[in-house]
């Protein structure tokens, strides 16, 4: 197996050879098909990758298909960029999304959040319109961005299918 | 003494035991134009002055870094110390109590005796906190990619779905928590050393610059040049040293919520490991948040220092945005949080600075502008006014509250020896 190499907005991605869970992860993204590790012992699924189940400590685990969707947990959103490849992209969303799967569980707080910028539908950062638009409870799918060979990421777009709240919870000072 | 008492997670028998006997820093500045190495040496000497100890007495090291700073035995050979123990480690802002645990630790293990605990950092003319510069252009690799690969590296991005949540699930305000800036102004106007010594209205807070919402620029700490350094020993041997020993009570080092390496799967996004920590520091100090005159809750951003005090429980979880605004955190107040200024203004340390205040708090001795009197002694005017006092009354019991992250926290209670 060989790791993963890829660049996006200019910078560079690698995943180790060794990071079997990570080359996984990404190459199913990369087919548009998003899979969670799921615990053979107590079928619960976890997010990001990790080796073991964090819930049973159990190393045993099947890659299967989540539905991508659901609603914005938190965010923070950015105007002061520190990263050089996210110079003259701002404002832009950083989305904590909870999948409608496994909400609420193990724990009545806990949740699968799966980070991911906001975008268009085509992927592309999305505009400082579509971000003013975008709050806590807003329902958002899954698009992917292809980085590399077997290594796409995962990204946010509004869910043009879902009924979306009337007006999303946004920062106050607006 | 009961068998419980002594059991190993609840060390009682310990609490007062051991003691912080001396302080020191450098000025807090921008483009100091020293070494890690020089400026370690300059705060490390001048805690030893403060306490009375000779090179032959401190053989024991400690300090924390991002790889950043110069390794324990460099600085220590430039001392003229001579080492029995010491361990530089990785880390932050939940170093600094946590430092102080394992220094209780390893003198109680017979390793060593007196313990100096230092942070060093150019945290602005070299590797730059804010996370600008060299740092922000890195490759992206592994376990990374879930986060800087969203342009959700620095420390203000990585926390501030946090924040958000908490105004979300309890309405706190932006005025509320601008509050946390314009108090530690308001302390660093009366603080000599202070990097910024500018008091700050709500407004001014709310009108600059969003570098990431909900942070606005004056919601987040400075970054400057600066070492510290607090001495660790038993406290018995603290009687024979120039000053009132800081009697450390309970410490909480780096306590965790579940999943700390991706915190936000977990829990309630809006609560922090404080929320965790306080059931091992109140417990182990024998005492509670009522007892406790003046707090050092770490304020990288406004936000951190409402969350902790909230966590710790200061006050009802949710009423943090209260407790920050009503009062009772400005000097004057019920119980002063940072009174030197803290993060926001005095200087960026990764958390000895508000150790340090709250020895001297302790001490009855903050360096303001107060007079000094005939004993050699400040005469505190408790006139907080700007450029005035800024000494607690009787301050008898402080609490210091150290954050890495929202999922990582360390905590001190410390007595008036």
Redesign the interface.
């Known amino acids: 197996m060989t790791g993963l190499t890829g660049n996006h907005l200019g910078m560079n991605l690698t995943v180790d050879d060794l990071d079997i869970e990570n080359v996984a992860f990404f190459g199913f993204c990369a087919k548009g098909d998003f899979r969670l590790q799921k615990c053979k012992q107590n079928g619960l699924f976890r997010y990001p990758p990790t080796t073991r189940c964090p819930f049973s400590g159990s190393p045993d685990y099947d890659w299967v298909s989540v539905e991508p969707k659901g609603a914005v947990h938190s965010y923070g959103e950015v105007h002061h960029a520190i990263q050089p490849a996210f110079k003259g992209k701002t404002p832009y969303l950083i989305l904590l999304v909870e999948l409608d799967t496994q909400k609420g569980q193990p724990g009545e707080h806990d949740g699968l959040r799966v980070a991911g910028n906001l975008v268009t539908p085509d992927g592309a950062l999305a505009p400082p319109e579509m971000v003013s638009r975008v709050g806590i409870g807003s329902r958002m799918r899954m698009v992917f961005a292809p980085v590399g060979e077997d290594f796409a990421l995962p990204m946010w777009t509004l869910d043009e299918t879902a009924e979306q709240p009337a007006s999303p919870w946004r920062y106050p000072q607006e | 003494m009961t068998t419980s008492e002594i059991d190993a997670t609840s060390p009682k028998h310990l609490a007062g035991k051991y003691a912080i006997v001396g302080v020191g820093e450098t000025t807090y500045t921008r483009g100091g134009g020293r070494t890690t190495r020089a400026m370690a040496t300059t705060a490390i000497s001048n805690a030893m002055a403060d306490a009375g100890l000779a090179a032959e007495d401190v053989d024991g090291m400690l300090s924390y870094s991002g790889g950043d700073s110069t390794p324990s035995p460099f600085v220590a050979g430039d001392l003229g110390i001579r080492l029995n123990f010491y361990m530089d480690v990785f880390g932050g802002g939940s170093s600094t109590e946590a430092l102080v645990g394992i220094a209780m630790g390893v003198i109680e293990a017979g390793m060593c005796k007196t313990v100096a605990i230092f942070r060093s950092m150019n945290g602005y003319s070299q590797v730059r906190i ?3 510069g060299a740092r ?2 890195v ?5 990374e ?10 420390a ?2 990585m926390f ?3 924040f ?2 908490h ?2 699930d309890y309405g706190t ?2 005025e509320q928590v601008a509050m946390v800036k314009v108090v530690h102004s308001e302390h660093a106007s009366n603080n000599p050393k202070a990097y910024y010594k500018k008091r700050y209205t709500v407004d001014e807070v ?1 009108s600059s ?6 942070l606005h620029l004056l919601d987040c700490c400075v970054e400057t040049d600066n070492a510290t350094c607090i001495i660790v020993t038993r406290s018995e041997r603290a009687r024979d040293l120039r000053q009132r020993p800081a009697l450390i009570r309970s410490v909480a080092g780096r306590c965790c919520k ?2 700390s ?2 915190h ?6 809006s609560t922090v490991a404080g929320h965790y920590a306080k059931d091992i520091l109140w417990p182990n100090a024998g005492l509670g948040p009522d007892d406790v005159d003046v707090t050092g809750a770490y304020d990288a951003f406004t936000f951190t220092t409402m969350l902790q005090l909230e966590d710790y429980g200061f006050c009802k979880k949710g009423e943090g945005g209260i407790y920050v605004s009503d009062g009772t955190t400005r000097l004057g107040g019920k119980r002063p949080n940072n009174t030197s200024g803290g993060h926001l203004c005095e200087g960026y340390t990764h958390g000895i600075n508000m150790v340090i205040e709250n020895v001297r708090q302790l001490r009855h001795d903050v360096d303001d502008s107060c007079p000094i009197g005939s004993d050699g002694k400040r005469q505190h005017t408790y006139d907080y006014r700007e450029g005035g006092c800024r000494q607690v009354k009787d301050a008898e019991v402080s609490a210091n509250l150290g954050w890495a992250n929202p999922g990582t926290g360390s905590a001190m209670i410390m007595m008036r020896g």
Do not use: E, F
């Open positions: 804010g996370g600008t922000s252009a490759p992206v690799k592994g376990d990619i879930h986060n800087r690969a969203y342009g959700w590296q620095s203000g991005q501030a779905p946090t958000m949540r105004m979300y305000t932006p709310l610059r969003i570098i990431c919402k909900p579940p999943r390496d991706m936000y799967q977990s829990g309630p996004i």
